[in-house]
């Protein structure tokens, strides 16, 4: 701003001094020439004060929105930092879970297998079942069958007990 400003001092001096030779060789008075310059100077300094105080007002105003910018620039980092935590603490989250989902559906797999295994050994247990039922039944029968061979047996023992005593007692009433 202050090289904008002594540049347009420098080219006003050069106007001004071509300006006034340009009017001494014309004849103007001198004295004329001299309020005129000396009017043209206090404009000059008027127009040189006016723009002095425009320039540090909009010298002023920019300072203050480049610190109102720098503020913004600030929560705008503060936000990203913010945001950037926030999305590698949900990646984390995402990674445990799928880590989880893994370990589950490996944890399913097995137990698929170990339910198949124990349906395959109820099944083997079943038909053990099974045929010791039919073997028990078969025995069963034997024991039965051989409960009433033995009743038959020892009832027809009683019977033939009882006919050997009748035998034994009527020969020994015949003997007496």
Known sequence: AVVSTQSKQWYQRRVHKQWYQRRVSSGINAESME??????????QDANEIATRNGRAALAKLESRIR???LEVGSVQTKTGDNMKAYQKTERRIKEMVFHQE??????????ELATK??????????QIEEGEEIAA??????????????????RAKIADSQIINTRSFRAGSMI
Request: proline fraction near 0%.
């Open 35 to 44: 309020a005129q310059l000396a009017e043209l100077d206090v404009k000059y």
């Open 103 to 112: 370990e589950d559906k490996k944890n399913q797999e097995r137990l698929s």
């Open 68 to 70: 109102e910018l720098e």
């Open 118 to 127: 124990l349906q395959q050994k109820i099944k083997t247990y079943k038909k």
């Open 138 to 155: 078969i025995n069963l029968a034997k024991f039965r069958k051989a409960q009433q061979e033995l009743e038959e047996t020892e009832e």
